[in-house]
């Protein structure tokens, strides 16, 4: 069998030579070898590490310290991991390997070439094991010394705290454990970024760059707060940007290592890439993609007009598990089956079932446990039947329409907006439903049983995450409270009581109409308690009733609803209740016997204002009724520009909190109905005119002391929460399968605000 060398060139690399050069190396020799414009580079392999531990005699003093060690004791494995990092560093480097690397580096062009030297560990029995992030990286290093000092020191990265203790819960012996380290020519980088082929959660086809000024460490890092270019691989154009503020730059410092910089001011809120940038960017992440036949996330860089590719791995956060048809065995098909109809993935999961095709809501009788219910568009009255389903399809509507809402909140697989889905499926046919993908496919597939959980490191599972923002929960659904706790949320940001009255089927003017007031506020009152007891000394906001008429209509007691052309911009809200009185003190004496009861954790959030005179009167009317309103918290959606503007003439009025509605301010800033497929691509969280809006409601709200959330669907967003940290909001409320991963974007944001603040006064 050939020895493999100390020393490979891209070149010279091949896929299967994972166990020498680790998937980082693979990863550029395949890349180098299809014609993307990858930096120059050589990889000191896995063989050459060994080689050294051999050649220096210290592989037995490593392991035989290595193999007793309780890396549950955390004393222990730091001294053990101190200890084998001295034993390496301190050992000589034989001469053989040395002077093989000092002549791969003369013929990337020697002493003035600067370089980043990266850690590529691998497993030799194991190709497809993972070590990343756990291995060190040095960055602008020039000169013979200097590279075999970063050399050594990625091999001595092999033995960090948190390497050996990765691959003691991984069952890895230390042993087939080895180290390539890759030196590659450092790119001066004028501009750089990650790239993500496919969009990153739902697969779609839409490459995300996230770009910023100088070397990418700082995109890559999270030091820098990146713009964001997105663009749509079907139309082949720029879809949405966002134009950041970047406050540093990394760039390369002297002959040794980088510095962060503060960036100059006239680059601070300029455009990092041109449109024919981002177009360029994308077709070579889409050439890397059909390459390995999955999205890539890949980091890149630009000098001048030059492109770079400096690394690409596959993005593990879209779930496309490997399934079999149902009553197959053993055989792989690598993809859930034929596709037969695509929407997009608004609550994720995979269900099988018989499809029940509702045109109105007196077909839900049809319904059956574990159905596949299909419809135009879900409404509240079908709530009930929504609860008995395995999963949803929709012919409209888009993240935020009252299918995709329901579906997440019941743990519900659905697609929406699939355009066909009431004409192409047929009634009694099996289909299996993607919601994260937003695809349908034709029979029953059976996805595998999730892998088992692998046991975190004791000092990440030690203590739960605790941020100064508050993240907070939205539930719509009494059953859904215990589940939303579970979550850790910091209270609820917005409960929509619009689900639980429209789920009774009965208007409230029926109840009223019928004597029968006190079922209604009996109702009303057991469902918001439901939701209090799970979140006992934690603020819970309750929402009064926000039903558009058209949802009301289908509902004993609506056969008089208006008719309006736009439900969404009619009688609704706050607007409606001001002038049917009765429906409010319904709600009303909801609410006074919970505070009676003594949950003074609730507050009350009226919907749809656009002017003060609105909260003034409903706060006079709540009075009335006999409502201590001075002792209790009331406070505002806003969701109309107007509210907006008005936000002090709010606060003058006595509002005790405020929060976003981003569903409908962003529709009513932009003129896009959200439930309209047919304009879903321009329905834009991010858009210039909506952050300004926010950015300027917080800072009000900051200046006088009242807290400001939202409750949108844009709270569920990590980028965009990212954002409304960095600007200054008290609270975010995100959807429950969303709370972890937007507490840990906060976490994260709030430290970088903190590690900032003590670098400029440092």
Same mark, same amino acid.
Request: aromatic fraction near 6%; proline fraction near 7%.
């Given at each position: 069998?050939?020895?493999?060398?100390?020393?490979?060139?891209?070149?010279?690399?091949?896929?299967?030579?994972?166990?020498?050069?680790?998937?980082?190396?693979?990863?550029?020799?395949?890349?180098?070898?299809?014609? #993307?414009?990858?930096?120059?580079?050589?990889?000191?392999?896995?063989q050459a590490f060994r080689r050294f531990l051999v050649e220096a005699g210290i592989e037995d003093k490593i392991f035989s310290r290595l193999g007793n060690l309780d890396v549950d004791d955390t004393a222990a494995l730091e001294s053990v991991s101190r200890e084998v990092r001295e034993i390496v560093l301190n050992a000589a480097m034989p001469d053989r390997i040395r002077q093989e690397i000092v002549e791969a580096y003369a013929r990337m062009g020697g002493e003035n070439t600067i370089v980043a030297v990266r850690s590529s560990a691998t497993a030799e029995d194991l190709p497809d094991a993972s070590f990343a992030g756990q291995q060190e990286t040095f960055l602008n290093i020039v000169g013979d010394d200097a590279l075999l000092d970063a050399v050594q020191r990625c091999w001595a990265s092999l033995y960090g705290a948190r390497a050996i203790y990765y691959r003691a819960k991984q069952g890895f012996d230390d042993r087939s454990v080895n180290i390539a380290v890759v030196v590659q020519e450092l790119i001066p980088s004028e501009k750089s970024g990650v790239m993500f082929t496919s969009h990153p959660v739902t697969g779609e086809p839409l490459t995300i760059i996230e770009a910023s000024w100088g070397l990418g460490e700082a995109v890559v890092s999270g030091s820098v707060s990146p713009d964001n270019y997105v663009f749509d691989l079907r139309t082949e154009r720029v879809v949405d940007r966002l134009i950041a503020e970047k406050a540093i730059m990394i760039v390369p410092e002297g002959r040794h290592g980088t510095k962060t910089i503060q960036t100059p001011p006239e680059k601070r809120l300029a455009p990092v890439l041109s449109d024919d940038e981002v177009a360029r960017l994308a077709m070579l992440g889409k050439i890397a993609e059909d390459h390995y036949g999955v999205p890539q996330d890949i980091e890149w860089a630009i000098v001048g007009e030059e492109i770079y590719i400096l690394q690409s791995r596959p993005i593990t956060t879209i779930k496309q598990p490997e399934a079999r048809r149902a009553g197959e065995t053993g055989k792989k098909r690598g993809a859930l089956g034929t596709v037969i109809l695509q929407g997009q993935g608004a609550s994720p999961g995979v269900a099988s079932g018989r499809v029940v095709i509702v045109h109105d809501v007196k077909d839900t009788s049809a319904v059956k446990e574990g159905d596949i219910l299909v419809t135009t568009m879900t409404n509240p009255d079908m709530v009930p039947a929504m609860r008995r389903v395995s999963a949803i399809i929709t012919d409209e509507g888009g993240m935020t329409c009252h299918a995709a809402i329901v579906s997440r909140e019941l743990g519900t697989p659905a697609v929406v907006g699939t355009k066909k889905a009431t004409k192409v #499926?047929?009634?009694?046919?099996?289909?299996?439903?993607?919601?994260?993908?937003? #695809?349908?496919?034709?029979?029953?597939?059976?996805?595998?049983?999730?892998?088992?959980?692998?046991?975190?490191?004791? +000092?990440?599972?030690?203590?739960?995450?605790?941020?100064?923002?508050?993240?907070?929960?939205?539930?719509? #659904?009494?059953?859904?409270?215990?589940?939303?706790?579970?979550t850790g949320a910091d209270g609820v940001g917005l409960l929509r009581i619009e689900h639980l009255i429209l789920g009774l089927g009965k208007t409230p003017s029926w109840y009223i109409e019928h004597g029968a007031e006190e079922e209604f506020v009996t109702e009303l009152y057991t469902g918001i308690k439901t939701v209090l007891d799970a979140f006992p000394g934690k603020p819970v906001w309750v929402r009064t009733l926000d039903a558009p008429t058209d949802e009301f209509r289908n509902m004993e007691g609506g056969e008089e609803e208006p008719i309006e052309h736009n439900p969404m911009l009619g009688w609704r809200g706050i607007r409606r209740d001001l002038e049917t009185p009765d429906q409010f003190r319904l709600q009303v004496e909801a609410f006074k016997r919970l505070w009676a009861a003594g949950y003074d954790n609730l507050g009350v959030m009226f919907p749809m204002v656009n002017h003060p005179d609105e909260f003034t009167r409903a706060r006079a009317m709540m009075r009335d009724w006999g409502v201590d309103v001075d002792n209790v918290t009331l406070g505002i959606m806003i969701e109309i520009p107007s509210s907006v503007?008005?936000?002090?003439?709010?606060?003058?009025?006595?509002?005790?909190?405020?929060?976003?509605?981003?569903?409908?301010?962003?529709?009513?800033?932009?003129?896009?109905?959200?439930?309209?497929?047919?304009?879903?691509?321009?329905?834009?969280?991010?858009?210039? +005119?909506?952050?300004?809006?926010?950015d300027y409601a917080i800072s009000a709200c900051r200046r006088h002391g009242v807290e400001c959330s939202i409750c949108g669907q844009a709270g569920s967003d990590p980028r965009m929460v990212t954002w409304l940290v960095e600007h200054g909001i008290s609270s975010v409320s995100a959807n429950i399968d969303a709370v972890s991963r937007i507490r840990e974007a906060v976490a994260r944001k709030e430290k970088q605000i903190l590690l900032d603040a003590a670098r400029r006064d440092a």
């Open positions: 069998m050939k020895e493999i060398p100390n020393v490979l060139w891209l070149e010279e690399i091949k896929k299967e030579d994972i166990p020498s050069v680790g998937g980082k190396g693979a990863s550029l020799g395949e890349m180098a070898a299809i014609g #993307l414009p990858v930096p120059r580079a050589f990889v000191v392999t896995a #499926l047929k009634d009694g046919q099996i289909v299996t439903v993607d919601g994260e993908k937003g #695809l349908v496919y034709e029979g029953a597939v059976e996805a595998p049983a999730p892998a088992a959980s692998k046991a975190a490191p004791a +000092a990440v599972a030690a203590a739960p995450i605790i941020t100064a923002t508050l993240v907070k929960v939205n539930v719509s #659904l009494p059953e859904a409270a215990a589940r939303a706790a579970a503007v008005l936000i002090e003439d709010f606060i003058r009025a006595g509002i005790r909190f405020a929060s976003f509605g981003t569903n409908d301010l962003i529709q009513y800033t932009l003129a896009i109905d959200r439930n309209n497929e047919n304009v879903a691509w321009m329905y834009q969280p991010e858009h210039p +005119a909506v952050l300004r809006l926010i």
